[in-house]
């Protein structure tokens, strides 16, 4: 280690290291602190809770085909909103002709939203609109405004982001574990 490359005795040692002057005194960042703050298990927990989200969302109709041609089809104009309609019950409400689109699926989709590197085809296939979303939590009404669901997937996309950079680190031995 350091101490012993520098040939001083042990108690300069301890001096040095309580002082400003140790030359190799800076912070590192470390597996274990980075684990303490961003990891162990923290990603699960934000996957589950905005997966939640989304799965109330897609009840309130929120989400929709990112593919031009589905939204526009005429057969589908039972599925738009101001018809009534919500894009992720489709299948219940025109039958087989909505089922060839993959269907939609807030776990799968907060999960696809979070791990970058992983294509789930979620997040190609649906995307949130810009809607207001209304729900109770706990005797208390919530109110989500119409710019707040691409809010959520932008925070947790670079949430992933930095999670998986921060993971390829550790375990590329860029931090150093203590």
């Not at 040095?16 to 990603?43: E, Q």
């Not at 089809?73 to 409400?93: L, M, V």
């Not at 208390?140 to 947790?156: D, F, K, Q, S």
Request: charged share 20%; proline share 6%.
């Amino acid at each position: 280690m350091a101490f012993r490359s520098t040939r001083r005795s042990s108690s300069t040692r301890r001096t040095l290291i309580g002082s400003d002057r140790w030359p190799f005194d800076r912070p590192r960042l470390s597996a274990s602190s980075s684990a303490r703050h961003h990891g162990s298990g923290w990603s699960v927990i934000r996957g589950l809770s905005f997966g939640y989200y989304f799965k109330i969302a897609a009840e309130k109709g929120v989400f929709a085909p990112r593919d031009a041609q589905v939204f526009l089809q005429q057969d589908f104009n039972d599925c738009r909103p101001h018809a009534g309609g919500n894009w992720t019950k489709c299948t219940q409400k025109v039958g087989d002709k909505f089922a060839e689109y993959p269907q939609f699926n807030p776990w799968v989709y907060s999960f696809n939203v979070l791990l970058p590197v992983v294509d789930l085809y979620q997040e190609k296939n649906w995307v949130p609109m810009q809607k207001e979303v209304r729900f109770d939590l706990g005797g208390a009404r919530l109110i989500i405004p119409p710019w707040g669901t691409n809010a959520l997937v932008l925070t947790e996309l670079v949430f992933g982001w930095v999670a998986s950079l921060l993971a390829i680190a550790a375990f590329s031995g860029l931090v150093k574990t203590d």
